[in-house]
Every structure is written in C-alpha cells, then in structure tokens.
C-alpha cells in the first residue's frame, strides 16, 4: 500500500495550450489545465454531467514534450501527486493552490473537443 501514497490519475481533456516557462537555471516547466467530467444528480434528479477543472505541472523533458505536442482540447491521461501552496494575492489575502504535479502522461488517440 506504501505505492499508493499520494497518487493521482486522471483522463481528461486540456482547456488551454500548454504555459511554458524556462528558468535562468535552464529547467523547463509547463502549466495545463485538465478538465474530468462525472454524472451527477441535477436539480430535479436527472442525470447531468459535471465538469471539474485540475491544474496540472510538469517538468524538464516531459514538459518540452508537452509544449511541443500538447493543445487545446487533446485528450490526455495523467498520474502524479497532489500538492498545495499558499501565496498572497494582490488585495493581501492568502489563497491556496492545489496543483497536481505530473509524473507521467500518455496522449490518447489524438482526439481534440469539437
């Protein structure tokens, strides 16, 4: 059971194009937005479909790959580990992120939404 620690997989499809950014110490890392859909009970207790929203990180090879193939709409699967941050936002208030950093991702079948 220790393998299951903090262990994420995900499939789902990307809301934007890859962010990219290189530091001055030349690792690179890319920013996605993954969208998971569930059915839900709506309302009046038909079936509706849920869409929830993950940030993604992934980092040095995996996310030159990712730059380099990955846009908006493509159908992706992920695994890796959930992670939190605070920081101050611009009115002093503290926000905390949840992000998922990336530790493997497979492109399926190259289907893009719409």
Not at 93 to 101: A, D, G, N, P, Y
């Amino acid at each position: 059971m220790k393998a299951l620690k903090n262990r994420v997989q995900l499939i789902g499809l990307l809301g934007a194009d890859p962010e990219m950014k290189t530091f001055e110490n030349g690792s690179v890392m890319a920013k996605l937005r993954l969208a998971t859909h569930e059915r839900a009970a709506g309302k009046n207790g038909e079936k509706a479909l849920r869409t929830l929203w993950h940030d993604l990180i992934v980092w040095g090879k995996l996310a030159e790959i990712c730059g380099k193939y990955l846009t908006k709409g493509r159908e992706i699967a992920i695994e890796g580990r959930i992670g939190y941050r605070t920081y101050t936002d611009n009115e002093g208030k503290t926000r905390l992120v949840t992000e998922i950093t990336v530790n493997d991702l497979l492109m399926i079948s190259g289907r893009q939404a719409g």
